[in-house]
């Protein structure tokens, strides 16, 4: 019998819907059933990609023994961490201040009062490693509930004080300038690799926004070290095995230092993020290896993770069917000697194997090998290397796929905008830029209501329950932004507008500026959670201080330029001490600090080739954070086109920044100039 998760929207808790487990969702409902039973509440948050997530459901919620034990004694809360990133928020910061680490799956016991009182991750179904089994912990909490409950409420009392009490220090009311820079450059510079490329040791996560940071820092100062780190983590990463050398797209990241395992996982916003750093290496740099990568990685969102609705998956999962009914990580990507030769025959197969770094050992499990493109000394027939490719691709096809997570969350959709707008424009592929409007219409269609509050998912065309926290209204605005400045259409800036309006009226203190993830009128947890780190994807604050900018430079709105300016004094305190961890906090940065840009590019017509030059040329700029409006000199849809005129009937571009203009152009050559200086 289907429990009460048959009804949701999420793919992870639909996964859950058939387990013999009473689960409920985050509820009111689910707490007030734990107060009327006395019982506490077991917490599990977990996300449909997630390995271990997989391992635990199988071992102990597909369980009847186990769900005997949990129906009898608990209400069982389960919680997609991707539909609810703030309850996802306030238990692991509860975690990780207990236990030191934290992750996926997380499981808390909480009181009826949402206080948490015990804390884990993935429990085993015997006890192993020095572990406790997840039927003994549940019988130890049980046991404590039942006659030691002054105690478990004395701990969760204190823990939920204690969480009250982490606010924030916010640092410094004053902006990030170019000696806090330079200090997160040196940190940098510590962390870095240079052996390998990327920053730190095993787990190596793929450092998207630091790379960002490190481009407009050379962009801005002409620092060859900054670029040089950013060419190498770039040229690692893409030979290495996080990025499928068949289909395009990364890994979530490389269990080793050398970037040879990934966890197979591939996640939206990875690809989105890690897609527009290398359109932008290659705007920097002309290579063609960033070229191809950043076209690969689109093409792969595209292909893979775009739903029939126009909007984009979240995720694919780790795992798929080996081919003999197990599921296995990884299975779908990596390939054996005896694999290769089976698809390609012998002399191919063994040019196959040089090539992409397939041995007889291997270099995952049971002897297969994740495919690289190792450095050789040889040249290899290009076109030949194509056919395999291809080959590999069509066999590869037809092995049983992996899961999609097939969810849109609004905030990923505005990163895949953002990169897939960008990548149409440099590399004339309007395909790609019809992609990104489409995914801009559906959640202007789905996840915005009438006053312009966003829906934080949706799945097949209806949308979730769920509000949007910081990170939706902030990566939406900058998706919009991309839109407005490669498409020449205002109505994006108008959307960007709207979402930005909630950021300073919902979102920010308005005594000291500093950002909140949830709105003041959201769900009331035991704390109000607040993170300006950016971890996998921008954090809301630091995604809030760039949209922000970038929408003051389009407009002059003095208004969002101080509060992007107050939002960035935590960069002030936090980049010379954690640069890896506040990295596109500090692309913004770079941006303040370059100005932005104010770019109006003026012409008879957007499709007039004269006209069209200019906006090119104007997109490829590589001045940090640069805006760009594009239209005729009647146009009245971007505030910087007005009073723009044709300079002798000619297409003219205007390149202001802080109140100064310089003389209007009619040459791309000397707008390129303009724009990399």
Excluded at 5 to 33: I, R
Excluded at 541 to 564: E, I, K, M, Q, V
Aim: charged fraction near 25%; charge should be negative; glycine fraction near 10%.
């Amino acid at each position: 019998m289907a429990n009460r998760l048959a009804q949701a929207t999420s793919p992870y808790l639909l996964q859950h819907a058939d387990n013999p487990v009473d689960w409920w969702s985050w509820s009111e409902e689910a707490f007030a059933e734990a107060r009327r039973r006395d019982v506490p509440v077991l917490l599990s948050v977990g996300y449909s990609s997630c390995h271990w997530c997989h391992v635990m459901a199988h071992e102990s919620f597909e369980d009847q023994a186990t769900a005997d034990d949990m129906n009898a004694h608990f209400v069982s809360v389960k919680v997609d961490r991707e539909e609810r990133p703030d309850v996802d928020a306030v238990y692991m910061e509860a975690v990780q201040a207990a236990t030191g680490q934290g992750g996926w799956p997380m499981t808390v016991f909480l009181t009826p009062d949402a206080e948490p009182f015990y804390f884990g991750t993935y429990f085993p179904p015997d006890p192993r490693h020095g572990m406790p089994s997840f039927r003994q912990v549940l019988e130890g909490v049980h046991q404590a509930w039942a006659e030691r409950r002054g105690e478990v409420d004395e701990v969760a009392g204190k823990i939920t004080r204690d969480l009250a009490g982490r606010e924030l220090s916010y640092g410094d009311d004053r902006v990030p300038g170019e000696q806090e820079l330079a200090q997160a450059l040196l940190g940098l510079t510590r962390e870095y690799d240079p052996q390998r490329g990327g920053f730190g040791g095993a787990p190596k996560f793929p450092p998207s926004m630091v790379l960002e940071f490190l481009l407009r820092h050379h962009a801005r100062t002409g620092a060859e070290g900054a670029l040089q780190m950013a060419v190498d983590t770039c040229e690692r990463m893409a030979r290495g095995g996080l990025y499928d050398q068949l289909g395009g797209g990364f890994a979530r990241y490389s269990v080793d230092r050398d970037w040879t395992v990934p966890h197979f996982e591939k996640m939206l916003y990875d690809n989105a993020l890690l897609c527009r750093v290398y359109a932008h290496l290659w705007r920097a740099t002309g290579s063609e290896l960033a070229r191809r990568v950043a076209l690969e990685t689109a093409d792969f969102m595209v292909r893979e993770l775009r739903t029939p609705e126009g909007g984009f998956a979240s995720a694919l999962d780790a795992d798929s069917d080996d081919g003999t009914g197990r599921t296995v990580e990884g299975a779908y990507y990596v390939w054996t000697p005896a694999q290769l030769r089976e698809v390609l025959g012998d002399d191919d197969a063994e040019l196959a194997a040089r090539y992409f770094g397939v041995t007889e050992e291997g270099t995952f499990e049971e002897g297969a090998s994740v495919l690289q493109l190792p450095q050789l000394e040889e040249v290899f027939d290009a076109g030949r290397i194509d056919g395999v490719r291809e080959r590999l691709l069509a066999a590869r096809s037809a092995r049983p796929a992996p899961g999609r997570d097939d969810k849109v969350v609004a905030a990923w959709n505005g990163l895949a905008i953002a990169a897939l707008a960008e990548t149409g424009a440099y590399f004339d592929r309007p395909d790609l830029t019809e992609a990104a409007v489409a995914a801009g219409d559906l959640l202007v269609r789905l996840h915005l209501d009438e006053q312009a509050r966003i829906a934080r998912t949706s799945r097949d065309g209806r949308a979730g329950a769920n509000a949007g926290v910081l990170e939706d209204y902030a990566d939406v605005a900058e998706g919009f932004l991309a839109l407005a400045s490669v498409t020449g259409e205002g109505v994006w800036l108008e959307f960007a507008g709207l979402l930005l309006d909630h950021v300073r009226a919902r979102f920010a203190d308005p005594e000291s500026g500093a950002l909140y993830d949830t709105a003041s009128d959201a769900e009331r947890l035991i704390r109000r959670p607040q993170d300006p780190t950016d971890n996998a994807a921008p954090s809301g604050w630091s995604a809030a201080a760039g949209a922000l900018l970038s929408y003051s430079a389009h407009t002059g709105s003095a208004a969002h330029r101080t509060a992007a300016e107050r939002a960035l004094g935590v960069v002030k305190a936090l980049g010379p001490r954690v640069p890896r961890f506040i990295g596109w906090g500090l692309a913004v940065a770079e941006a303040l600090l370059d100005g932005p840009r104010e770019v109006a590019v003026v012409g008879p017509a957007l499709d007039d080739p004269a006209t069209a030059a200019l906006h090119r040329t104007a997109l490829l700029g590589t001045a940090p954070g640069a805006v760009v409006a594009v239209g005729t000199p009647e146009s009245d849809e971007f505030p910087l086109l007005a009073d723009r005129p044709l300079v002798q009937g000619e297409p003219a571009a205007y390149v202001c920044r802080d109140f100064t203009c310089d003389a209007p152009t009619t040459d791309p050559t000397h707008l390129r100039t303009t724009l990399s200086a």
